[in-house]
């Protein structure tokens, strides 16, 4: 198998990204050898990676960086970067090569101290590989001040450094950033292709692969958690029951306590997983006694870890309440469909009788101001505001239509 396998429907990106590994090839050889680089290089230092949600960005990034780092010896008579076995090719997908820096967040934002020490990386040189590869996936969530640093980094590369950065679009990336990096856009993944995968790769039963494919509309990652994880299908079952329980104030009002308990509830058990063991790794780390006291001077970097957890928290929470209000879309989606008589596939086919009652019960107008209130809850939560407080203010408006 080679780096691009899991690049899902992408067949362009994939030969714009194969095209700039071989020249990136030939331009670290005529480099060492102290030959002049060949002209029409496709290859380039910064690159940004846009596409809805569930495109393969990231996965499109990740097998950029194996594929300059191969090290397979079929290179050396014409074969194609990435091919998927050699060490430079399977650590850089694993995560653990020396030059390949993937940075995600579980955090609301990125900010200035984190992105000074990613500035700080790239002005090195390769330890073990070709270039020294940064895989940035959530660009979008640099701050004003996080974004100006990296600025600098991208205006003035270190000679064997790569950026490979990755947003939902162009917008969500400072202008003088995005203007000094090659573009690549992936569209959403069919959901045949989608499908496929989760079989082949996944081993997943046909049936449950495409009707999670189907349900989330070509979204490869949701799809693999709606086939593989029985609480993921029990969630998003209950939020399609949603449009047929405010049918008065009351139905609104606990519909929406509900999908914020949900919320709360993910957010929980993120919080049960991963904050414990880390208390515990920092106390360890910082040389805690036996009984849990705490050494001297360490009562910052305590708070430093506290305040952390809580970002993330409310992080998993916003998380959880945007796949909910993506899964209510879907649903509206599918009555606009049926109301207009279009003949396009429906996403959420195990929900027939709803989509049928409410179809039957309203008018395309209707359903269309309710996809606005949805939209509507989602930039309000984006704003900052009270999560029951935008939720209640959507169930209020799906009720009056």
């Known amino acids: 198998m080679s780096v691009w396998d899991d690049l899902v429907g992408q067949d362009r990106v994939q030969e714009q990204l194969s095209a700039a590994a071989r020249d990136a090839d030939v331009l670290v050889t005529a480099t060492a050898q102290g030959e002049p680089v060949p002209p029409g290089s496709k290859m380039t230092h910064a690159w940004l990676f846009t596409g809805p949600p569930g495109s393969g960005r990231s996965t499109a990034a990740r097998a950029f960086a194996a594929a300059l780092q191969c090290t397979s010896p079929d290179r050396a008579m014409g074969g194609a970067p990435g091919c998927g076995f050699c060490d430079g090719c399977h650590t850089s997908l694993v995560g653990t090569h020396a030059d390949v820096e993937v940075i995600r967040t579980d955090l609301l934002s990125i900010g200035v101290k984190e992105t000074r020490e990613l500035v700080r990386r790239a002005q090195l040189s390769p330890a073990v590989g070709r270039w020294q590869v940064i895989v940035l996936e959530d660009a979008d969530r640099l701050t004003e001040g996080a974004g100006n640093v990296l600025l600098k980094a991208v205006e003035e590369p270190a000679p064997r450094t790569v950026w490979l950065l990755c947003a939902p679009s162009l917008e969500d990336v400072l202008p003088t950033i995005r203007s000094r990096c090659r573009h690549l ?104 006694a036996a009984g849990g006291r705490m050494p001297r001077g360490t009562a910052g970097v305590m708070k430093e870890l506290e305040d952390k957890q809580k970002r993330r928290k409310t992080r998993t929470q916003r998380d959880s309440l945007d796949l909910a209000l993506s899964d209510l879309t879907a649903f509206y989606r599918d009555v606009l469909a049926l109301q207009m008589g279009s003949r396009i596939a429906l996403a959420n086919t195990d929900a027939q009788d709803a989509l049928d009652r409410i179809a039957e019960s309203s008018a395309p107008a209707q359903t269309l101001r309710r996809i606005e209130a949805v939209i509507a809850c989602r930039r309000a939560l984006d704003r900052n505001v009270a999560p029951l407080l935008a939720v209640e203010a959507m169930t209020m408006a799906l009720r009056a239509g």
């Open 185 to 288: 856009t992936l569209g959403t993944p069919p959901v045949e292709a989608v499908a496929d995968v989760l079989i082949r790769r996944d081993g997943i039963d046909p049936e449950r692969a495409h009707a999670a494919a189907r349900a989330t509309q070509g979204h490869i990652g949701r799809a693999r958690r709606l086939a593989t994880d029985e609480r993921a299908r029990a969630r998003r079952a209950a939020v399609l029951k949603v449009p047929l329980r405010v049918a008065d104030v009351g139905g609104c009002l606990k519909a929406a306590q509900e999908l914020i308990d949900t919320a709360a509830e993910d957010a929980k058990q993120v919080a049960e997983e991963v904050d414990v063991k880390e208390t515990e790794e920092m106390k360890a780390a910082l040389g805690a």
